[in-house]
């Protein structure tokens, strides 16, 4: 049976159009929620918002540039205009770094992944703080990685902004606490996702690769990062906050 956690709430997420964003957006919508979806690829956000309409709740689908700060300061004035409020946002907007040593990374590939990956969330939180606190608080869940709490050898930028990224949860939790806003971060490992495809090469001889470092032997799914996320987000985890909390399939643990 389908549970209604979110029945009256309004769910912000990035990055919906697939993977992660895209279960998460759906899990939001199977359990009551009125869902924004926000990604620069209308295509797929628009398939997201078909695939969430089917539970019935009320769905608001903006293309945003995440590193924009116009961009997101309209998909939360849309948000708050349409549905009345903001409870509930999932800040998953990111993409990957391809694999070279520090020195090979160009500036321009070093800022494109600091301001997707990192200032982002900052620009995202700037505009949905105001717009929770006006109905007394919220949630806010933003996407990590295992990258975020162990080094890996040739992902200095995506590394970089994924510790970074802790950092700025952990401390806006600690601005916003005592006025009901809990804000935390997941660190999915790897996750059955477009992005994994895009960086394992989507060869099986890729995909043997990455999933060699999985203990569990497999790769994780979409579904179990958004269960998590929903998890952060709702009720259950209103003692949670600050928290990076690390879905890797074991990934990290002898770290």
């Known amino acids: 049976m389908t549970e209604n956690r979110f029945a009256g709430k309004v769910a912000f997420v990035t990055g919906a159009g697939s993977g992660i964003g ?3 957006a759906l899990a939001f919508a199977a359990e009551g929620a009125n869902v ?5 690829d209308t295509a797929g956000n628009d398939e997201t918002a078909r695939l969430a309409a089917e539970h019935g709740g009320k769905v608001l689908a903006v293309k945003c540039d995440v590193t ?12 708050v205009e349409q549905f009345g409020r903001l409870d509930v946002a999932f800040n998953n907007a990111g993409i990957e770094q391809p694999a070279a040593p520090l020195v ?5 590939e070093w800022s494109r992944i600091i ?8 620009l995202c939180m700037k505009y949905q703080i105001p717009a929770m606190l006006e109905h007394g608080g919220g949630s806010i869940v933003n996407t990590s990685s295992g990258a975020g709490v162990i080094g890996i050898r040739g992902q200095a930028a995506y590394v970089a902004a994924k510790h970074g990224l802790i950092g700025l949860t952990k401390s806006t939790a600690l601005d916003y606490a005592a006025q009901g806003i809990r804000v935390n971060a997941i660190c999915p490992g790897i996750i059955e996702t477009p992005m994994m495809d895009r960086f394992s090469g989507g060869t099986p001889e890729g995909r043997a690769h990455v999933i060699g470092q ?3 032997g497999r790769m994780g799914s979409p579904e179990e990062i958004a269960s998590a996320v929903l998890w952060l987000s709702s009720d259950l985890g209103s003692f949670a906050t600050g928290h990076a909390m690390v879905i890797d399939g074991g990934q990290t643990a002898g770290i």
Do not use: G, K, W, Y
Not at 68 to 79: E, V, Y
Not at 115 to 122: C, K
């Open 22 to 24: 895209r279960a998460t």
């Open 36 to 40: 924004v979806l926000a990604d620069i």
């Open 68 to 79: 924009s700060s116009s961009d997101i300061q309209a998909a939360i004035n849309q948000t």
């Open 104 to 108: 090979d990374i160009s500036e321009h």
């Open 115 to 122: 301001n997707i990956d990192l200032s982002s969330a900052f």
């Open 214 to 216: 999985e203990p569990v």
